[in-house]
């Protein structure tokens, strides 16, 4: 009782305490038995779902993208640049409330992101995401082209991430108060480019191997 008389936003009326301005509540879900199994089996398809795009790569084809990176550079710059803009520009148009424009940048300014572009110069079709790579295998677009950008848009995002916050979502929340998911980040790209890195070099040294486990995509993907 003596708490809620010191509390400034609240005031006695007719012996009920009521609110003499609005407030923010953030409520955190309990995680249940489900959610860990759910996520666990999300993960365990995931990791086997790269691993046969792994099994799947050509080391000549990442080269190829590299010494023509304009596709990767229009890719990178949809994710990095214009995507952080874009929400803000929705913010303003439909006039969102704080906690919506946060959850909105936070969701375009994120590496990972579960989004499909579409390069009309030389017909690369790539996402962001590991579950993005299996959907642009199982489409047959650029696979090499699609591992390539989400690592550097993983990467990037380490700094990227914080820079967009800071820059357009100093309005919506204290600054000094945000903790990044720094860890979730470095496991993010830890799980997604070790199951690809193994099977690329069972592609290179055990192709028989390396053909086997690739032909498990498309069941592991409708599983998914």
Request: some cysteine; proline content about 4%; hydrophobic content about 50%.
């Amino acid at each position: 009782m003596e708490i809620l008389q010191k509390c400034p936003m609240l005031r006695l009326e007719r012996g009920y305490y009521v609110l003499t301005e609005k407030i923010t509540v953030a409520i955190k879900h309990r995680q249940t038995i489900i959610d860990f199994l759910f996520t666990g089996v999300v993960m365990a398809l995931l990791t086997m779902g790269i691993l046969c795009i792994g099994c799947d790569l050509e080391i000549e084809q990442i080269v190829s993208n590299f010494k023509r990176p304009i596709p990767l550079l229009i890719g990178l710059a949809c994710q990095i640049i214009y995507l952080p803009l874009l929400s803000a520009l929705i913010s303003k148009i439909f006039r969102l409330d704080h906690s919506t424009n946060l959850g909105l940048l936070s969701t375009t300014s994120s590496p990972g992101k579960f989004i499909i572009e579409y390069l009309v110069l030389r017909k690369h079709l790539f996402s962001g995401g590991a579950s993005s790579n299996i959907y642009t295998a199982l489409l047959a677009g650029d696979v090499d082209l699609s591992i390539i950008m989400t690592f550097f848009s993983t990467v990037s995002a380490f700094g990227t991430f914080p820079l967009w916050i800071w820059l357009l979502g100093k309005n919506y929340i204290a600054i000094e108060k945000i903790k990044f998911p720094w860890w979730s980040m470095f496991l993010s790209l830890i799980t997604l480019f070790t199951p690809a890195i193994i099977g690329l070099l069972l592609r290179k040294y055990r192709p028989v191997l390396a053909y086997r486990i690739a032909r498990f995509l498309n069941p592991i993907a409708v599983g998914k």
